[in-house]
Every structure is written in structure tokens, then in C-alpha cells.
């Protein structure tokens, strides 16, 4: 069984990646815990709650609306009235089981329910189990934009099982192997090399090459989180594909691309930007465009033009005091982050990934 420590400054958890993981959770509990609420959707549910339900029976169900436009604060102050009215105190635990969404909400709804409960988390799917479970950020959107409000929260531990893909619609998993190849591009030579060379069983879900790219992930997020929690360094390089990807689907207002897919042109636009700006190969830079397109297509970028992308970039979160930062492979499995880069070359970058 693949276990993962994330440590950080003042918690250390287990990540762990093996088929048939939920049965794991009441030996994650802590000692003397009271009620277990499962925050989870409708949706998950239907999928895959009869799975959770043989785990924990006895544990109360709260059910968050799906959907980026309800991953507000609003739906988290329903859930926490109702964990009071069903006899939620300080020794209760969330557990919370769902995709990217809902762990960022249920983990931000722990860490403000009585000022803080702890929260298991028990990611189902693609992008949740390698990216979103992991690393305590949590929150929900404002009208003004992304992830606005929220709070670092480390679960008790990531429970992953890669069975729980199984029933994911194909879209969704493809658009979670954008961010697998990200890491692969960041960080991981070898797992690159297993969804070039074997991207038909992992296109296929073949249970072999999913637990090789998932735990590979896990791995390497957990890497880069226990050496910087906070950004301040190292875990800017998840970012990669992510500057351009975030200004995509502002442009398209979050209704077009899923985030994977959005990445997955931000990655294009990041090689393209690498290979002008001298610090990537041409070789290097072509094996990396082949490997996303590979994972491809996604949808038309009809109507899109450098022009309006570019304004946008200033406007992203993680750009600090104006200066916008890009994440640059200089290899295959290798990074490093580079800001004021002429305003000429990323025209030239995003149009590149246009074509
Ligand atoms: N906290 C972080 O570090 C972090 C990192 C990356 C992304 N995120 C957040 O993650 C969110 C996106 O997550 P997502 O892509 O998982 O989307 P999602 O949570 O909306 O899930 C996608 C869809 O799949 C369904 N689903 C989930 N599991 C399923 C299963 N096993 N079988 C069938 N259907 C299933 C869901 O109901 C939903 O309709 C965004 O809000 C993003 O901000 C957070
Ligand atoms: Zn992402």
C-alpha cells in the first residue's frame, strides 16, 4: 500500500493510495470521537455512497448542492445548522467524500464549525485524489472571483482509492489527467514517461496503470506541500499550465473548459513560452505538446484571442504587485518559476498554443 507523509510545520497525515482505502477510515478517526458527519453530493452519492455507507453506517449524511456556482458560503452555513440540529459538538469529525468541490467546502466548512474540527478526506475524483484532497487548502468562491475566501486545514488523513474512478464520467477523467501530466512535466521524468508510452491503459482505466499515476501524483504533491505549505516557494510549481489556464476560463466565464482542460492549454502556452524564451529544447518542448495532445482534444478554442487573455493575467491570484509569474519547464521533470517575461513573448506563447 503507497503511503505519502505530508508534514508541515504543525501537522503530519497520511496520504494513502490503495484500492479498497475507505475501509480505512474508522482506524483514521481519532480517539474518543463523537459523531461522524459525511459531507458529500447527491451525485457522488448515487455513485459511489453505498461504498462509504458499508464503512462508516452509523455516520450522519449532509449533502452540499453541486457545481462551481454553489461552491459558495451560503450552502456552508445551511450544512453547519444542520450538523447543530443533529448533535454536532467539538469531538465531531467531517468526513469529506466527493470531488474537488466538495472537499474544498466540507474541509473549509471543519475548519470553521466551532472554530475547527479535524476533517478526513476521501477524494473520488481524478483531480481530487491527485491534487484538491491533498495539501489543507480549503474554501469556496465569492462573486468576485475563485477561492477567494478559505483557510489552510490539514485532514487526519487522504484516504485514496482509484476504484472510485471507475463510475467517473470520461470527460472528468480526462480533464483530471491533465493535471497527472503536469506532474509528470514538473516534477516526475518516469511518470511522464508511463502516460506517453502507456497512454492507451491509462485512457483504457486499466486499474495497473491508474494506481501508477495516481500514487506517482500523490507522491509528488505531498513532496511539495511538506517542503512549502504556504507558497511561499516550492508548491508554486503546481502552477504550472495554471496562469494562462486560470485567465481561459475567466474569459470563458467557467463554462467551457473544465479546469483540467484549461490547464492542459496553459501548459501548451507555458511550453511554447519556455522553448521562446530559451529555456526548453525544441525536443523537449515537442515531446510535452505530443504528450497533452495525446490526452486531447479539448474543446474548440473558437472566438479566443491572445488579446483578451493577456489583460487577464495581471488580474490572477497569484499575481503579486503586478509582476505575473510563469512556471517554465527547463526538461522534461523539471521547472523553475520566471516573472517579467516580455509582454511580446507571451502574446507570441498564447497565440502558439492557439493554432
Ligand atoms: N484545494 C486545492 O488544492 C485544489 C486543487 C485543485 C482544484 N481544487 C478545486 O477543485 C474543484 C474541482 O474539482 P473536480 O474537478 O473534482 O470537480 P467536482 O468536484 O465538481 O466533480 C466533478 C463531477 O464529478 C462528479 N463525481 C465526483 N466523483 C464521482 C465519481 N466517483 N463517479 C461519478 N461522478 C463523480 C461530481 O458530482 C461532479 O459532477 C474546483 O473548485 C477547484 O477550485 C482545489
Ligand atoms: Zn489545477
Same mark, same amino acid.
Given at each position: 500500500?503507497?503511503?505519502?507523509?505530508?508534514?508541515?510545520?504543525?501537522?503530519?497525515?497520511?496520504?494513502?493510495?490503495?484500492?479498497? %482505502?475507505?475501509?480505512?477510515?474508522?482506524?483514521?478517526?481519532?480517539?474518543?470521537?463523537?459523531?461522524?458527519?459525511?459531507?458529500?453530493?447527491?451525485?457522488?452519492?448515487?455513485?459511489?455512497?453505498?461504498?462509504?455507507? *458499508?464503512?462508516?453506517?452509523?455516520? /450522519?449524511?449532509?449533502?452540499?448542492?453541486?457545481?462551481?456556482?454553489?461552491?459558495?458560503?451560503?450552502?456552508?452555513?445551511?450544512?453547519?445548522?444542520?450538523?447543530?440540529?443533529?448533535?454536532?459538538?467539538?469531538?465531531? @469529525?467531517?468526513?469529506?467524500?466527493?470531488?474537488?468541490?466538495?472537499?474544498?467546502? *466540507?474541509?473549509?466548512?471543519?475548519?470553521?464549525?466551532?472554530?475547527?474540527?479535524?476533517?478526513?478526506?476521501?477524494?473520488?475524483?481524478?483531480?481530487?485524489?491527485?491534487?484538491?484532497?491533498?495539501?489543507?487548502?480549503?474554501? @469556496?468562491?465569492?462573486?468576485?472571483?475563485?477561492?477567494?475566501?478559505?483557510?489552510?486545514?490539514?485532514?487526519?488523513?487522504?484516504?485514496?482509492?482509484?476504484?472510485?474512478?471507475?463510475?467517473?464520467?470520461?470527460? /472528468?477523467?480526462?480533464?483530471?489527467?491533465?493535471?497527472?501530466?503536469?506532474?509528470?512535466?514538473?516534477?516526475?521524468?518516469?511518470?511522464?514517461?508511463?502516460?506517453?508510452?502507456?497512454?492507451?491503459?491509462?485512457?483504457?482505466?486499466?486499474?495497473?496503470?491508474?494506481?501508477?499515476? @495516481?500514487?506517482?501524483?500523490?507522491?509528488?504533491?505531498?513532496?511539495?506541500?511538506? *517542503?512549502?505549505?504556504?507558497?511561499?516557494?516550492?508548491?508554486?510549481?503546481?502552477?504550472?499550465?495554471?496562469?494562462?489556464?486560470?485567465?481561459?476560463?475567466?474569459?470563458?466565464?467557467? +463554462?467551457?473548459?473544465?479546469?483540467?482542460?484549461?490547464?492542459?492549454?496553459?501548459?501548451?502556452?507555458?511550453?511554447?513560452?519556455?522553448?521562446?524564451?530559451?529555456?526548453?529544447?525544441?525536443?523537449?518542448?515537442?515531446?510535452?505538446?505530443?504528450?497533452?495532445?495525446?490526452?486531447?482534444?479539448?474543446?474548440?478554442?473558437?472566438?479566443?484571442?491572445?488579446?483578451?487573455?493577456?489583460?487577464?493575467?495581471?488580474?490572477?491570484?497569484?499575481?503579486?504587485?503586478?509582476?505575473?509569474?510563469?512556471?517554465?519547464? +527547463?526538461?522534461?521533470?523539471?521547472?523553475?518559476? %520566471?516573472?517579467?517575461?516580455?509582454?511580446?513573448?507571451?502574446?507570441?506563447?498564447? /497565440? *502558439?498554443?492557439?493554432?
Amino acid at each position: 500500500m503507497p503511503t505519502f507523509e505530508v508534514v508541515t510545520p504543525r501537522e503530519r497525515y497520511p496520504a494513502v493510495v490503495e484500492r479498497g %482505502a475507505l475501509a480505512r477510515i474508522p482506524q483514521h478517526l481519532p480517539p474518543g470521537a463523537g459523531k461522524v458527519f459525511i459531507v458529500s453530493n447527491k451525485d457522488v452519492w448515487r455513485h459511489q455512497g453505498a461504498r462509504i455507507e *458499508a464503512c462508516l453506517p452509523l455516520a /450522519e449524511r449532509i449533502f452540499l448542492p453541486g457545481g462551481e456556482g454553489q461552491k459558495r458560503l451560503a450552502p456552508l452555513e445551511a450544512a453547519a445548522e444542520e450538523m447543530v440540529r443533529r448533535g454536532a459538538d467539538r469531538s465531531s @469529525v467531517v468526513v469529506a467524500f466527493g470531488g474537488g468541490i466538495v472537499n474544498d467546502m *466540507a474541509g473549509f466548512l471543519a475548519s470553521m464549525f466551532m472554530r475547527g474540527i479535524p476533517v478526513l478526506q476521501v477524494p473520488t475524483t481524478l483531480l481530487a485524489q491527485v491534487d484538491a484532497a491533498v495539501g489543507g487548502k480549503t474554501g @469556496v468562491n465569492l462573486a468576485s472571483g475563485k477561492n477567494l475566501i478559505g483557510a489552510f486545514h490539514q485532514p487526519l488523513a487522504v484516504l485514496i482509492d482509484p476504484a472510485m474512478l471507475e463510475t467517473l464520467p470520461e470527460r /472528468e477523467y480526462r480533464a483530471g489527467l491533465y493535471e497527472v501530466i503536469k506532474c509528470g512535466v514538473i516534477r516526475s521524468p518516469q511518470l511522464f514517461h508511463l502516460l506517453t508510452e502507456q497512454a492507451e491503459q491509462v485512457l483504457a482505466r486499466e486499474d495497473a496503470a491508474v494506481d501508477a499515476i @495516481v500514487a506517482e501524483s500523490v507522491r509528488i504533491k505531498a513532496e511539495v506541500v511538506s *517542503a512549502d505549505e504556504r507558497e511561499s516557494g516550492l508548491r508554486k510549481i503546481l502552477n504550472f499550465g495554471h496562469t494562462v489556464g486560470h485567465a481561459l476560463e475567466a474569459e470563458t466565464a467557467y +463554462t467551457r473548459f473544465l479546469h483540467g482542460e484549461a490547464v492542459a492549454f496553459g501548459m501548451k502556452a507555458a511550453t511554447h513560452l519556455a522553448r521562446l524564451a530559451g529555456t526548453l529544447e525544441e525536443s523537449a518542448a515537442d515531446r510535452i505538446l505530443r504528450t497533452i495532445d495525446l490526452y486531447g482534444p479539448i474543446p474548440p478554442l473558437d472566438g479566443i484571442r491572445a488579446g483578451a487573455l493577456i489583460p487577464r493575467l495581471a488580474s490572477d491570484k497569484k499575481t503579486i504587485q503586478g509582476a505575473v509569474h510563469f512556471v517554465l519547464p +527547463t526538461a522534461v521533470g523539471a521547472v523553475k518559476v %520566471a516573472s517579467g517575461i516580455g509582454a511580446e513573448l507571451v502574446r507570441e506563447a498564447i /497565440e *502558439a498554443a492557439l493554432a
